[in-house]
């Protein structure tokens, strides 16, 4: 089921065409009663094998019914109907329903209490705990919990410049310059690619995955010293300074900086603090795909492909011959 836009894309941006008969396309509304689906739609519905519930509100900084609306109300409607039939359901949520924690988070964790970082993180746990619940009253369930979403794993391929890529975008071309956070935060980038992957074996796999809960995350978190350092290597590229927030003052930078802080970069600050680690234990004995990577190698691959299509920038002369010295294996919402 799709809502606004009916075309398949793939991550390159370039749209495919279906082959006749093999996809039957319905549009709906997930913030409505039976997905916003008539009559016919509905008895469509009822013959899935399984649903994939991946729809959701992802950008930061929106009001908080839009979250209630889209990611909890969607996911109690995706329920209702994966209940009245019984259909297996894989649920896509995020590592980050873990808050702002510190240490090493498990695939069995959900709600011990802690705080979030912005309202996104809050409504992913209540939907993830929705699922939970619908999982002990016998419905067949699989959890899905991306890290940050990034680009492919060999190329840095991306069709949608989100997540931290704002976040780079301005410190590179040093629109803000002192940022709050700690240079030991970790910031867990997956590949899009390993992401797509991994749902797709828990739905076609699914008596193997059923029950379980998958974090779907790098071997390497990147530190922002490793981002820092990685920044610094791009002769094109300015570098930001972390410091405490204890110290971090926004009404003292320049008028510039302070709005590029207002606008983008607080949305994210909540995750320029945390050191915290996912355990993906199950999601490794489960699935046959190898775990990316992550670290620098892979975040080279995403600023060379950020450079390539001119989101970063021109390179400068010596960017190539620098990224071609230090440029290693890399790996992958």
């Avoid at 964790?109 to 993180?121: C, I």
């Avoid at 974090?215 to 981002?227: C, E, F, N, Q, Y």
Wanted: with cysteine; hydrophobic share 35%.
């Amino acid at each position: 089921m799709l809502h606004r836009n009916g075309d398949i894309v793939r991550n390159s941006g370039k749209r495919l065409k279906a082959p006749q008969g093999s996809l039957t396309r319905l549009t709906g509304d997930i913030t409505r009663p039976g997905l916003g689906l008539d009559a016919e739609q509905l008895r469509l519905a009822a013959g899935a094998d399984r649903i994939v519930h991946c729809a959701g509100i992802t950008d930061f900084g929106l009001p908080a019914q839009l979250y209630q609306d889209v990611n909890v109300t969607g996911t109690e409607n995706v329920l209702t109907l994966a209940r009245t039939h019984g259909t297996p359901l894989v649920h896509v949520s995020t590592a980050y329903v873990a808050g702002e924690r510190d240490g090493t988070v498990r695939e069995d964790e959900l709600d011990v209490g802690q705080r979030f970082g912005n309202t996104y993180e809050s409504s992913k746990l209540r939907a993830e705990t929705l699922v939970h619940e619908a999982a002990g009253d016998g419905l067949p369930v699989v959890v899905i919990r991306p890290s940050i979403v990034a680009g492919e794993r060999r190329t840095g391929q991306v069709r949608d410049y989100k997540t931290l890529y704002p976040v780079v975008r301005l410190i590179t071309k040093g629109r803000v310059r002192t940022i709050p956070g700690h240079y030991d935060a970790l910031l867990d980038l997956v590949p899009v690619d390993y992401v797509a992957d991994l749902i797709a074996e828990a739905a076609t796999r699914f008596e193997d995955a059923r029950g379980r809960t998958l974090h779907a995350v790098a071997s390497r978190p990147l530190t922002l010293r490793d981002l820092s350092d990685v920044l610094a290597e791009y002769p094109s590229f300015q570098v930001a300074r972390w410091v405490p927030s204890s110290v971090f003052s926004e009404d003292a930078l320049p008028v510039g900086e302070r709005l590029c802080h207002e606008r983008v970069i607080s949305l994210y600050t909540a995750y320029m603090s945390r050191r915290i680690r996912f355990d993906n234990t199950g999601t490794v004995a489960f699935s046959r795909f190898p775990v990316p990577v992550g670290g620098p190698p892979y975040l080279r691959k995403l600023l060379d492909h950020g450079l390539k299509t001119g989101y970063l920038g021109a390179p400068s002369p010596g960017t190539a011959e620098s990224v071609l010295i230090t440029a290693g294996e890399g790996g992958t919402a």
